[in-house]
């Protein structure tokens, strides 16, 4: 079946580091692949998307391209805030109407 | 426009009790996708409903069921609680031409004590 592996968190990084998130995933098919954040004490949030490969979704600063060839979705932001803590959820959608998540990675931006 | 809206936002329940939570799509979705998450099992799909129909469901007993509404409303039940299930129960609309971007929530936490 579809899975999505994550890198562990949780990443810690001082305010305008670089950020990189990694994600692969195993799908059969052509599967629309995106990024959540969560908050603490929220739902998810759709932060960004993409729906076939090389397409870059990109959103508040975040990026991620759809690489079919590595099966990947990495985020990416060039300079975090402390207000980015949070954690982020790669996910995979299969023309199935369930969402496929990794395990969530813990980003926290110390200032 | 208004995003997805769960209520009640916290529960406290005790063994053996049933229980209702209930979600309110964006309008316009009338498709309602409920997931369930946990510390130590993450983010797992309950079950998906589209014009009252459930078109998918995921890998959980007979206790937890759902509904929809002929105004995409829904709700599901979990019934007979065990200590398990506390988690954080979140519920996600989306458009008919595009399920599988899914929009959530802010879920119900529900404690089982």
């Known amino acids: 079946g579809d899975s999505v592996t994550q890198m562990e968190g949780p990443v810690t990084l001082s305010e305008e580091a670089f950020l990189t998130i990694n994600c692969t995933y195993t799908?059969?098919?052509?599967?629309?692949l995106f990024w959540y954040v969560q908050y603490p004490g929220e739902g998810l949030q759709l932060l960004l998307k993409?729906?076939?490969?090389?397409d870059k979704g990109s959103n508040k600063g975040f990026e991620a391209t759809y690489r079919k060839e590595t099966t990947s979705f990495h985020l990416e932001k060039g300079s975090v805030q402390v207000s980015d803590s949070a954690v982020y959820f790669c996910?995979?959608?299969?023309?199935?109407?369930?969402?496929?998540f990794g395990g969530g990675t813990r980003l926290m931006v110390k200032p | 426009k208004a995003g997805v809206t769960q209520t009640p936002r916290y529960l406290i329940k005790t063994r053996g009790q049933q229980v209702t939570l209930s979600c309110s799509p964006i309008s316009g979705h009338r498709s309602v996708s409920w997931y369930q998450q946990t510390p130590g099992q993450g983010l797992q799909f309950l079950f998906e409903?589209?014009?009252?129909?459930?078109?998918n469901k995921g890998n959980f007993p007979g206790r937890f069921s759902g509904r929809q509404f002929s105004n995409s409303r829904s709700e599901m039940n979990v019934s007979t609680l065990e200590l398990g299930d506390s988690a954080l129960y979140l519920c996600?609309?989306?458009?008919?031409?595009?399920?599988?971007?899914?929009?959530f929530g802010p879920g119900t936490r529900l404690t089982v004590l």
């Open positions: 799908a059969t098919g052509y599967p629309s």
């Open positions: 996600a609309s989306s458009l008919a031409g595009d399920r599988d971007t899914q929009y």
């Open positions: 996910a995979l959608g299969n023309a199935g109407n369930m969402l496929t």
């Open positions: 409903y589209f014009s009252e129909t459930q078109r």
């Open positions: 993409a729906t076939k490969a090389d």
